[in-house]
């Protein structure tokens, strides 16, 4: 059975870090690239990282370079999302998803309809 786990939200002040991890069990990580995406309220789904681990590349949204690192365990299967210095408008449920297709992986950021498999999401709030 294939599914996505994510954990790790949370409420944290604004400057602050927290790590998401995102369980994928079943999952060929040669096979699948996963990304990272968050909805805040009244907002459109955004895309914020993805990782292909057959290509070894990663690659963010604007708003999050230089902030959010996104790394993957293969022997663990689990991708995780390293984001520091949170801001308020970082404040939105985090989605992992997986896609069964490593190729045009940053351009899948903007279309997250491309990812065939959800995880249940997870909170995170930034307060000022």
């Known amino acids: 059975e294939v599914q996505l786990v994510e954990s790790g939200g949370g409420l944290v002040q604004a400057g602050g870090s927290l790590r998401l991890s995102c369980a994928a069990p079943g999952f060929n990580f040669d096979d699948y690239a996963i990304g990272w995406f968050r909805q805040a309220p009244g907002k459109d789904r955004e895309g914020v990282s993805c990782?292909?681990?057959?290509?070894?590349?990663?690659y963010y949204a604007d708003s999050v370079k230089g902030r959010f690192t996104i790394s993957s365990d293969n022997a663990k299967n689990t991708v995780y999302l390293q984001m520091n210095n949170l801001k308020p408008e970082d404040t939105a449920v985090y989605y992992c998803?997986?896609?069964?297709?490593?190729?045009?992986?940053?351009?899948?950021?903007?279309?997250?309809?491309?990812?065939?498999?959800w995880g249940q999401g997870t909170q995170v709030t930034v307060s000022s």
């Open positions: 998803a997986a896609r069964g297709s490593n190729w045009y992986l940053e351009a899948s950021l903007r279309s997250w309809t491309e990812y065939d498999y």
């Open positions: 990782i292909s681990s057959r290509f070894g590349s990663a």
